[in-house]
């Protein structure tokens, strides 16, 4: 709850006597007196119809103690979608997460098939290297190194096949951690959102701020009140009283 503290001298009385009878003989009197207090004006930190009050002026509360409510209707529903917004955030978060996981898999097996296609490349390669050397001898027959060659060229095309396909899983993983990292910002709004929300909905009751008296209450249920509005005086639990003596009266 917001309180102004105004610092007002509480004037009680209109003369307070200190000293009515003198026991020794340096004690002095005075009817120049006055007692006071500081006060706080009590007043809500949100707007809306005030449903119910708790006190009544001169009464005594302890601190915390409820002063009066604001009707909480709209702020419960407030709450009621802020919490349906953290869901949705969370489990979109918890999909992407999902998500990344299964593109981590995909770009692992990626590179198992560029390992298992650069095995086989190597392979073919070195096996047309040696018919070439074996046709030029006509140790093998010109169809036979021709069909080596084919299947040289198309292992090499898979290897590189293979090597734009993990390009492009690691590009889609890259776009799934931009989507994360958006959802995770999201869900930490929507967090702070529901953070606020309950901190309005709390607030709907005004609590004393100490303990201490109800003075020159301005509220009455069913009240349209707006934050600042100072509704209640308080009244702390101790006062001080200041003296005025004449100098002659201190020598």
């Not at 601190?63 to 009707?71: E, M, R, V």
């Not at 709450?79 to 918890?94: F, G, T, Y």
């Not at 010109?142 to 690691?170: C, G, H, P, V």
Request: net charge neutral; with cysteine.
């Amino acid at each position: 709850m917001k309180k102004k503290v105004i610092a007002l001298s509480l004037v009680i009385g209109s003369l307070f006597t200190v000293g009515c009878t003198l026991y020794q003989p340096n004690t002095v009197s005075t009817d120049n007196a006055y007692v006071h207090s500081d006060v706080t004006a009590i007043s809500p930190e949100v707007g809306g119809q005030v449903s119910q009050l708790f006190v009544e002026d001169n009464q005594w509360v302890s601190k915390g103690a409820p002063l009066f409510s604001i009707d909480d209707e709209d702020f419960i529903a407030n709450q009621e979608i802020a919490k349906s917004v953290l869901d949705v955030a969370n489990a979109a978060l918890k999909a992407s997460q999902t998500k990344t996981e299964m593109q981590l898999v995909k770009i692992e097996q990626a590179k198992q098939t560029i390992h298992s296609a650069s095995a086989n490349a190597e392979h073919q390669a070195a096996e047309l290297k040696r018919l070439s050397r074996l046709v030029q001898k006509q140790l093998v027959s010109k169809n036979q190194f021709e069909a080596q060659k084919t299947r040289s060229i198309e292992a090499s095309s898979k290897l590189e096949t293979a090597k734009l396909a993990l390009a492009a899983e690691q590009k889609q993983y890259d776009v799934l951690l931009t989507e994360r990292q958006q959802l995770t910002a999201q869900r930490k709004q929507a967090e702070a959102n529901l953070r606020l929300v309950n901190i309005a909905l709390e607030r709907t009751v005004v609590k004393a701020p100490f303990s201490g008296f109800v003075a020159d209450r301005q509220v009455q249920v069913g009240k349209f009140v707006q934050p600042g509005m100072g509704l209640i005086v308080m009244v702390p639990d101790y006062v001080w009283v200041e003296a005025n003596f004449k100098e002659t009266q201190l020598e």
